[in-house]
């Protein structure tokens, strides 16, 4: 307990100092790209750009919850298909069910926006349910592919609980799980930096409820003028930071967690 609690400590440490890297990283850049664009002076650019920056943080709430809750509520169904594609399927079935996920997975994502947009979307009164439901369609044959690769890998600890007549619940549960948490870690989190950075499809979505709601890239793609009239240069910027910040975050986490994976393996050996 005492292990788990400073590993959670440490973990917590350099999350907070990582995020303070960036934000402050951000800022900066942010700052100067505003300076040399438009040519104003230092203090009228940060009280324009504070304005901003509630709207703005609003829409990072939106992009961060959106995307976590797709992925806890598709984990568990990818996890669930993939332990029976890997653990249950006879050989024979194996390459076709392999096939068929990696087919479904290869699926263009505004496809996936196009099918919730014309079926989900018209029974689905909240612009939040509605692009939680469509990243849910767009992550879960992804996740499965992933975590089929990840159950399939070899595991000694697993060859030997089946000789010793484990059933295959408890081979899951007691000793592929504690192997791969950290891979099924990595596979969540880079589901969540890819329903992040999603845009097409989910603004399919949201141009459905015309409430105003977006996320980081959706409202990006509107204030570049990717897909309509182009905004402020400020706001621009500030999105993009705010995304660049969220996504190279969520990959610092996994990189952590993998490398804390390899360290405890190589110091279990030694």
Known sequence: MKRAWENLMRFGAW?????????TGCALVFLLGILLMERAS???????????????????????STAAAAVALSFPLAWALAAGIAFLLKPRWLHAARSAVSGVSAIPAVVF?????????????????????????????RHTLELTQINEQHYPAVEAAQAMGAYIYETILHTVFPLARRSYLSVALRMMSRCMGEGVAILLVLSAYGGGEDTLVTALMQTAGVTGVPGSARYAILLAALLTALIVLVNAVISFSLEGGRHGKKKAAE
């Open 42 to 64: 230092a203090g009228s650019v940060l009280q324009s750009v504070w304005s901003l920056v509630p709207q703005g943080l609003r829409l990072t709430g939106f992009t961060v």
């Open 113 to 141: 926006g196009y099918l919730s947009l014309r079926y989900f979307v018209p029974v689905i009164p909240s612009a939040w349910w509605g692009v939680t439901v469509t990243l849910i369609l767009m992550s879960l044959m």
């Open 15 to 23: 999350l907070g100092g990582t995020f303070a890297f960036l934000l």
